[in-house]
């Protein structure tokens, strides 16, 4: 699980440099009385560059889950395609193993308040608080993580199992991506 370290260093280098944005609003004695724009802003102007900056480092932190997302549109449906997708007598499209992420969402979202959040108190016993925000982005970076990592452990399967050929189709079963959908849902929840 990620630490939040580098989400904290990037917040508190914009920190410092508010106190160089403070100075655009202050007019000195050269700037006479006519001041150009662009040297010299007013304190409402500073004040809204600072809050984008301060929106960054959550910015920064949040690709790794869109790098997630943009996989599971487009790697997961092709990895899926080119597995056995065969079950009894009818063929499962790779795309609609997306119904195990929008399940595992949808029961999350259920449990969270009933079991998750009672259990994660219950743990961390000598403060028992729920997870902040940031604690929460941490976790969901982690599963995001983990769900990748899944994804890469089926791939290298699939390939070890993959016949040679034009298609180079997989007896593996379309199936053995049910844990990456499974966590990219919960992460979403």
Known sequence: MTDGYGCHMAASRFATQERFFDRAS??????????????????????????????????????????VFIQMISLFVEQGATMNRKNSNFYISPASMTVFDIISTSVFIIYYDKLILPLYVKITKPKPNPPSEL????????????????????EHHRLKYASEGPKETSSLSIFWQTPQYVLVGVDCS
């Open 26 to 67: 202050i007019m000195t004695p050269d700037d006479g009385e006519n001041p150009h724009p662009w040297k010299l802003c007013t304190v409402t102007q500073v004040e809204e560059v600072k809050c984008v900056l301060r929106l960054l480092p959550i910015w920064l932190c949040t690709i790794l889950l869109s790098i």
């Open 135 to 154: 604690q929460r982005m941490e976790i969901g970076l982690a599963i995001a993580t983990a769900a990748i990592i899944t994804a890469g452990v089926v």
